[in-house]
């Protein structure tokens, strides 16, 4: 079976954590070698790190590697306690080989998002202005010690762009998970050493634009990822279900990075084959 690497997702997250035995096992089935997991506040990096740990315990032959990241999202920015950037630290202290991740920047929870949306539930939304400075401070801390920093970007592409320009940036690059910008963009966040990862739910009819935009990502710079449980391929090419949470949603099953992989041959024209093996190069130049 071909190796597949899910470059960005949250493993740990608690809707996942009943059907975590399911959830190993189809990905030994699907054969995903490494996935990249990350925190998005601080109540939640205890989580990533136990999953880690739990992971290395396992001694079954083809177990899956999970490579931990921490930070703090820009929808977490609000509730951040006073010594956040100090945990941080000391986290990404007790595993050198951790990521700084999931962090960057959301213009759309301040603009679109409804007042009531339950997933804001309980969160100050920050401005930009702030979301800026805390996403700098983790960007720094990435740069300093040369850790793949996972970005989230969300209505704010121009002024994501123009951090980057003036920021000091991780020698290794960073992550775009979900890039949704222009094409025409995709050059000038590559020369600062981005990556873009491809997310499955972009096989939506819907978004005939961004499949375009991830035919034209140059080969060395792209990546796939399942943002499991928060996002979902389209129900039909959905080959593991989703699983029930209690408030109603579906979480979305990791294991389908195998039907991603498969859509984003298709949108570049080549083969699954020739597909993976590029993928595995670029996901082991990035985060090791």
Request: proline share 8%; charged share 25%.
């Amino acid at each position: 079976m071909i190796p597949l690497y899910d470059a960005h997702n949250h493993l740990h997250d608690a809707w996942l954590t009943p059907h975590r035995a399911k959830v190993v096992a189809d990905l030994a089935a699907t054969n995903v070698q490494c996935a990249v997991v990350n925190g998005s506040s601080e109540s939640d990096w205890a989580d990533v790190a136990a999953l880690v740990a739990e992971a290395a315990d396992a001694k079954a032959p083809g177990g899956l590697r999970v490579i931990p990241s921490y930070g703090v999202h820009p929808w977490d920015v609000g509730n951040r306690s006073p010594r956040w950037l100090e945990q941080l630290r000391a986290r990404l202290d007790a595993d050198p080989a951790a990521g700084v991740g999931e962090i960057g920047l959301d213009r759309w929870m301040l603009d679109r998002a409804k007042p009531d949306d339950p997933r804001l539930t309980g969160l100050r939304r920050a401005p930009l202005e702030e979301q800026l400075e805390v996403f700098l401070a983790q960007l720094s801390l990435a740069a300093e010690r040369n850790l793949p920093a996972s970005i989230h970007c969300l209505d704010a592409i121009g002024p994501l762009h123009d951090a980057l320009r003036r920021a000091k940036l991780p020698a290794r690059g960073f992550l775009l998970h979900s890039y949704n910008g222009s094409t025409e963009m995709v050059a000038n966040f590559a020369k600062l050493g981005a990556y873009f990862s491809f997310n499955g739910s972009f096989l939506d009819p819907r978004k005939k634009k961004l499949r375009e935009v991830y035919a034209a990502i140059p080969t060395d710079r792209i990546l796939v990822e399942t943002d499991a449980p928060a996002l979902r391929l389209p129900t039909e090419l959905e080959k593991f279900p989703p699983f029930a949470v209690p408030d109603g949603s579906l979480a979305g099953h990791p294991a389908n990075l195998i039907a991603a992989y498969k859509g984003l041959a298709e949108i570049r024209a080549i083969t699954l084959e020739a597909l993976a093996p590029q993928i595995a190069e670029n996901f082991k130049r990035l985060f090791g």
